[in-house]
Structure formats: C-alpha cells, structure tokens
C-alpha cells in the first residue's frame, strides 16, 4: 500500500491558479472515482475539499476544482487567496484499503 | 452539528498500551462507517484502520495489523482505537473521522496526541 505521490510543494500569487498532482496507480486513483483532497491548515484538523474526484462540499469555494485522468488526479485553485496557504493531501480507495498522498505545501506568495 | 470528540492520548513507553475513543454526536453513528488516521510530528495524513456501521468488519493497512484494533460502542456513540506492542514510530496525532457515502472523510475530530518514549 504505497502511498499516493503528491509534489511536495507549490506556489503562487494572489489571484492566480495553481494544480496539485496527485498520481497513483491502477489499484487505487486509476480504479475508483473515489479520489478526496483534504486541506489542512497549521495545527488544525483536515478539511475535505473536494470528494469523488470533483464534488464540492457545502461550503467549499467553488475556487477548488477536481479532475481525474487515467491514475493522477488533480486539485486546482483559481483566483488564490491568502487564506488558501495550507498543505493539501489527497486520498483514495484501495480495494478495501485506504491510502493518501504525502501532502504537498501550497504557498501563497 | 457533527462532532468528534478524541481522548486517551498521552505519554506511553516503548512496548506500552493506549486505548484512543472517539465520542461522537451530531449524527446517526450507528449508520456510517468510522475510520482512524494519523499524523506524525511534520509528517503526512496516515490510514490507520476503518470499520463497518454494524463494527463487524475492520480494515487495516498490513503495517498495522497484529498491533492495533479498531472497535465501535453503537450504544454509546463511541469508536475506539486499542494500540499494543507501542512503538516510537507510532508517536503521532490520531484523528477519528466519519467515513461518508461517498468514501470520503466529511468530518474530523480535534486529535489526541499519542507520545511512544522511554
């Protein structure tokens, strides 16, 4: 059960887009469409942001978008606001199993 | 309001038992599934087990299986995490979460810091 690779960090300025990569293999991103992403701020518990590879909970800006193709998915960012700085992971089915991504930290310049 | 309130973390030594619980309100904890994950000091989000609404069948990543057993009070709303055989590479923050529908962690608690150390 290895874990889902993310880029361990990403930037940008205020108002721009960014997309975070998140790859897998046939087994977990690439077999289900139940592909997560969690944003986690300093000290605080995650947050879902994005589930089934591209519903938004209520409440979540429709800033964030999600995609899939093949085994990576993807969280995008538009319109990045200071508040966005955070590290975000990602997470997906395994067969029965569970597994996430490493993180990665998305800067806000 | 979903909550999820973890307790039981503390120091341990090395070799030790904890038993992590989760109480829960807001919801109908008997009709979704529960799941632990943790957290090592600057490191990422781990799976660490999942269980079944009714608590009859639990996951385990391997890395896990043997130490640490999952299990669920439906009478009183609680989910608990039982850790023997402690080591220091399980010093982390443990983090109960509702499983959603949808496969998803929808809510999460607060987390409770278990400490592995001599």
């Known amino acids: 059960q290895s874990a889902l690779t993310q880029p361990p960090s990403a930037s940008g300025s205020p108002g721009q887009s960014v997309t975070i990569s998140c790859t897998g293999s046939?087994?977990?991103?690439?077999?289900?469409?139940?592909v997560s992403w969690y944003q986690q701020h300093p000290g605080k518990a995650p947050k879902l942001m994005i589930y089934?590879?591209?519903k938004r909970p209520s409440g979540v800006p429709d800033r964030f978008s999600g995609s899939k193709s093949g085994n990576t998915a993807s969280l995008s960012v538009s319109g990045l606001q200071a508040e966005d700085e955070a590290d975000y992971y990602c997470s997906s089915n395994a067969g029965s199993n569970r597994v996430f991504g490493g993180g990665t930290k998305l800067t806000v310049l | 309001e979903v909550q999820l309130l973890e307790s039981g973390g503390g120091l341990v030594q090395p070799g030790g038992s904890l038993r992590l619980s989760c109480a829960a309100s807001?919801?109908?904890?008997?009709?979704?599934?529960m799941t632990w994950v943790r957290q090592a000091p600057g490191k990422g989000l781990e799976w660490v087990s999942s269980?079944?609404?009714?608590?009859?069948?639990?996951f385990y990543p391997d890395s896990m299986k043997g130490r640490f057993t999952i299990s669920r009070d439906n009478s009183k709303n609680t989910l608990y995490l039982q850790m023997n055989s402690l080591r220091a590479e399980d010093t982390a923050v443990y983090y109960c979460?509702?499983?959603?529908?949808?496969?998803?962690?929808?809510?999460w608690g607060q987390g409770t810091l278990v400490t592995v150390s001599s």
């Open positions: 807001g919801f109908t904890f008997s009709s979704y599934a």
């Open positions: 269980i079944s609404q009714s608590g009859g069948t639990t």
């Open positions: 979460a509702k499983l959603s529908a949808s496969q998803c962690y929808d809510y």
């Open positions: 089934e590879v591209n």
């Open positions: 046939s087994t977990d991103v690439g077999n289900y469409n139940y």
